[in-house]
């Protein structure tokens, strides 16, 4: 409902929001950069004790040229990807990593969601449960970086991207790369 | 956009009439504007232009105490009763509440939960409220100390208590004005609850749809009797004390005894009307005591017919269930249930019977103990269900329901 941006630490900011699946920019930032026109909204992981997982949420830009968030960490995972998902040749949905990473629009938002963009967590190492919180980092395009603090949720859907349970199986759906 | 109803003031429709007056205040300009009967039909055609959806409106999550609690009643009630699976320790139901606390505050403001994979339908609240309620186990097992109260209920003699309506380690009280959003709120919840908690029971409820009574009426159980009478009016200093806990982490909590009563409608259907004043010391048709005239006049325990009989009879369920202890006193806050009947029966119906006390054994107890002794109503209701749970209190924004215990 109400977007939240903290000008402060992170890990203040990750100590008053709770569940709030806000973010901050961390405080390395330079002024103007591009972590300083980013915010996030409703940002949650589905729960995992290992194997591959994924984070969905609402990423906004409010300023005024568009924002390329380019690659992501989390401590829970040994990798994290930008995915996307769409049609191949066949018309089957596949899911891959997207090139030149998330694009947000200038004053727009872009929705990561099950079936759709997600952040992809490809090997947790440590378990995501749910009701805990985790700390995604992302890195825009100026290497200006920004801390999301994601609440974990039991999740039954968001199956295409590790039913199988490893990367050798992925049921129908095609990593793509 | 939602409109807020919580306090009683406002419930009582004083927010309703301040909105609908500023339509009228609207409509005199308007009509001022372009003529009289072109605006009233205008207005005639475009009802909802004016009306506000009760669906819209919503209880506010945050506060001293939670809410369900003195929220008028709404409709529909789930009461559901979760045990905390063997693993799951202190930890994890800090991670459960931290969980539940965000899915309810999210929801009973018209949105969907984190995660929420029916969002469209948390869009009309409907006054729903969440209320949670911690048996003693779960207070055990985070290392809190109980209040003395928070244990089964002593035996009755009337009991026939069955082990699928009884207990709990959690209760989720979900309640509001439509069906729908009662049924998503409890799906969404018991989504979240699933790692740490299976169901033990559900019990759903109901009374008059919204709008069919004005707020404020007294319910009336499947009996035909006006139920709930004496109850202390939220706001009021008496309520306050009758319900609210003062102390430890119970503070702005209270005490939630809930029994399932089922009623023998069959067997009430011998009774004709004489009998079933004389059963409940009220009239059926208005609530009335049987020595006055209207729902809220005091009954008069001492009066006497004319061969010296007391009107309100000694084995009258009012006579029974009032007490001469100002302090045992229970707020209610019950709704009736009729589920599907057993083959070759017609009714299977009841009172879910849920009240809300500081302290249950101070207040509630002596009062069922004297209509185990003696109440006629005995005759046609049997508690088949019993469970006792402590209330907490609310919490802020950024909090959790429990955090005085499990933080």
């Known amino acids: ?177 | 956009m939602a409109r807020r109803d919580r306090s009683p003031a406002e419930s009582g429709g004083a927010t309703r009439r301040t909105f609908l007056l500023g339509g009228a205040v609207a409509g005199v300009g308007a009509a001022a504007a372009i003529g009289i009967d072109a605006a009233v039909s205008a207005r005639a055609q475009d009802p909802g232009a004016s009306t506000p959806l009760n669906g819209e409106t919503t209880v506010p999550f945050y506060g001293m105490h939670q809410a369900g609690v003195d929220t008028d009643a709404q409709a529909h009630v789930s009461l559901i009763a979760l045990d905390l699976l063997a693993e799951v320790d202190r930890d994890g139901m800090r991670r459960l509440m931290r969980t539940l606390t965000d899915d309810a505050a999210r929801l009973t403001q018209g949105r969907g939960a984190l995660a929420d994979t029916e969002p469209e339908l948390a869009v009309a609240p409907a006054r729903l409220t969440v209320t949670f309620g911690f048996g003693p186990a779960f207070v055990a097992r985070a290392g809190a100390s109980a209040p003395a109260w928070l244990q089964p209920l002593p035996a009755f003699g009337i009991d026939r208590l069955r082990p699928e309506y009884g207990d709990g380690d959690l209760l989720l009280q979900v309640a509001a004005d439509d069906p729908v959003t009662v049924a998503h709120a409890a799906r969404m919840l018991l989504k979240d609850a699933r790692a740490f908690a299976a169901v033990r029971w559900v019990q759903q409820g109901f009374r008059r749809a919204h709008g069919t009574e004005r707020p404020g009426t007294t319910m009336r159980n499947l009996f035909g009797q006006v139920d709930g009478t004496a109850n202390p009016v939220p706001g009021t200093t008496a309520f306050d004390d009758i319900v609210w806990a003062r102390e430890g982490w119970l503070a702005g909590g209270t005490g939630m005894v809930v029994r399932r009563i089922a009623m023998d409608l069959d067997k009430w259907d011998h009774l004709d009307r004489p009998g079933r004043d004389q059963a409940v010391g009220r009239y059926q048709s208005s609530g009335a005591p049987l020595t006055g005239t209207d729902e809220f006049d005091e009954p008069d325990f001492d009066a006497t017919d004319a061969i010296g009989f007391p009107v309100i009879a000694e084995f009258s369920h009012l006579r029974r269930s009032r007490p001469d202890d100002p302090t045992q006193r229970i707020f209610r806050r019950g709704y009736n249930y009729d589920q599907t009947p057993p083959a070759g029966a017609v009714s299977d119906a009841g009172l879910l019977f849920v009240s809300f006390q500081a302290d249950i054994e101070r207040q509630f107890v002596p009062i069922q103990r004297r209509l185990d002794e003696l109440d006629l109503l005995n005759e046609w209701t049997t508690p088949i269900g019993s469970a006792v749970f402590a209330v907490p209190p609310g919490c802020r924004e950024g909090g959790f329901i429990g955090e005085g215990i499990l933080s």
């Open chain 1, 1 to 177: 409902m109400t977007l939240r941006t903290l000008r402060v630490s992170a890990l203040a900011a990750a100590a008053v929001l709770a569940l709030a699946g806000c973010s901050a920019p961390a405080s390395s930032a330079p002024a103007s950069s591009q972590a300083d026109a980013f915010s996030s909204t409703d940002v949650w992981v589905k729960a995992a004790d290992s194997g591959m997982t994924a984070g969905f949420g609402e990423l906004r830009n409010d300023g005024d040229t568009d924002l390329t968030v380019v690659s992501a960490t989390d401590e829970a995972t040994s990798a994290m990807e930008l995915h996307e998902t769409v049609p191949n040749e066949s018309g089957q949905m596949v899911m891959r990593e997207v090139e030149g990473g998330f694009v947000i629009p200038a004053g727009g938002s872009i929705e990561l969601a099950p079936g759709g963009n997600h952040l992809m967590f490809m090997d947790v190492t440590s378990p995501l449960r749910a009701g805990e919180e985790t700390t995604i980092t992302l890195t825009f395009a100026d290497d200006s970086t920004a801390e999301i603090t994601a609440p974990v949720k039991e999740f039954s859907g968001a199956n295409e991207n590790y039913e199988g349970g490893d990367m050798g199986d992925m049921g129908d759906m095609d990593m793509g790369h």
